[in-house]
């Protein structure tokens, strides 16, 4: 048996209605002043409305909420809800969004319970003390950041994005409630979703996979494949939000154990220097970045080929695009590439945007494509990869992309 160390210390509630219950769940940590986190979106569309009844009913009455968080977190953004949590005396830390918000409730929980600058923090394994309890509730079904152990915040000073990774980092407890999703637009339900998706391909020909992380990413690709394009197109569907809340969480859990990685690379550097969306430049990256990675990981896809095709034996297996017959001869490459393809439909079922240049990157001369190269080599995802990568396969690859 290959050695492996896994490890998932997140209690999570799932189901619909969950979400109900966080005012009890609170009480069982022993806080009494909790702080909300969020985003000015979700409080204007009542999303949080079950979130503030229960914590009502349970006799926390009105509490403090820093909802100034934008989609892509920065550091600014961070000090300051870190010091609006230290003036309430914040006692446990609640997220309520998508991963925006929950790696800043995670990054302001370290600024909150130990001394000093948070950018002290910065890197993995920085620090060695617990912090204040902290809920992560997600309304995406992408980031899985809600079951991980890592943190990403945009340093817009330098155009990168800072990491932050600890076993401390994670949440102690994840409400997943899919009722919570439902107002979710097609555009980030897809983009999400994709990111998910490239979660459990990552992490499962990663250099740091294990059976158990196998086991998550197989069935988690499974139920994005079944279900994001329904999620997509009728939002209001429960069992496919459901599914894809289920199947992050399940993906987090994964890659958080055993790293992602080329693809990561590529699509941290892009938007930490162009300010694009994380899952829909993960999405235009991953089938690049499998393709570089075939060479030493055709037969792991092939088995996620083969794992997807056992699961619907029946007609039912064209309302995700992959074929009712299991192959079962030697050919892993032939598989391998049917992944690839079928990577590449998912995304246009959802519409996802194909190029870098549809996300508005703009067009890159040679010199700015080697600093970006330059950028993602030094990526901690990279370390990862199945596949080395030199700066010129990594400029290939944002020039293929582009």
């Not at 503030?52 to 820093?66: A, M, N, T």
């Amino acid at each position: 048996m290959r050695l492996g160390v896994f490890q998932s210390p997140t209690k999570v509630l799932f189901g619909e209605g969950t979400i109900s219950g966080i005012g009890d769940e609170i009480s069982q940590f022993g806080a009494s002043k909790p702080l909300l986190v969020t985003d000015k979106v979700l409080l204007e569309k009542g999303v949080l409305e079950p979130v503030l009844r229960s914590l009502d009913e349970s006799g926390f009455g009105k509490l403090p909420i820093f909802s100034d968080v934008p989609p892509d977190s920065d550091v600014e953004c961070v000090r300051q809800a870190a010091a609006f949590a230290r003036q309430a005396k914040a006692d446990l830390v609640i997220a309520c969004g998508g991963g925006s918000v929950i790696d800043t409730a995670k990054v302001l929980n370290i600024g909150l319970s130990l001394p000093g600058d948070l950018l002290e923090y910065e890197g993995i394994n920085s620090f060695s003390q617990a912090l204040k309890p902290l809920i992560a509730v997600p309304t995406t079904a992408g980031t899985g950041s809600e079951m991980s152990a890592v943190a990403m915040i945009m340093d817009k000073a330098n155009g990168k994005k800072l990491i932050f990774g600890s076993r401390y980092l994670y949440a102690d407890l994840a409400i997943l409630d899919p009722n919570l999703l439902c107002s979710l637009p097609p555009r980030l339900t897809a983009g999400t979703g994709m990111d998910a998706l490239t979660h459990c391909l990552e992490a499962y020909v990663s250099l740091g996979a294990n059976v158990i992380a196998d086991a998550l990413c197989l069935d988690a690709m499974a139920l994005i494949f079944q279900n994001l394009k329904l999620a997509t197109t009728n939002g209001d569907d429960p069992e496919a939000r459901a599914n894809t809340l289920l199947a992050s969480a399940m993906a987090g859990m994964a890659f958080t154990n055993t790293g992602v990685g080329i693809v990561h690379a590529l699509a941290h550097t892009i938007g930490g220097a162009f300010g694009t969306h994380h899952g829909l430049t993960n999405a235009v990256f991953l089938p690049y970045g499998m393709n570089f990675n075939m060479p030493s990981s055709y037969e792991r896809y092939a088995r996620c080929w083969r794992h997807l095709c056992s699961l619907d034996p029946g007609a039912s297996g064209a309302k995700y695009g992959i074929s009712a017959k299991l192959v079962m001869e030697a050919d892993f490459e032939k598989d391998a590439r049917s992944l690839v393809k079928a990577v590449s439909d998912l995304a246009d079922s959802c519409s996802i945007p194909k190029r870098l240049r549809d996300l508005g990157v703009p067009e890159l001369a040679d010199d700015k494509i080697l600093e970006l190269a330059a950028v993602a080599g030094t990526d901690p995802a990279i370390m990862f990869n199945p596949q080395e990568a030199s700066i010129e396969d990594l400029s290939n690859l944002i020039r293929e992309a582009y």
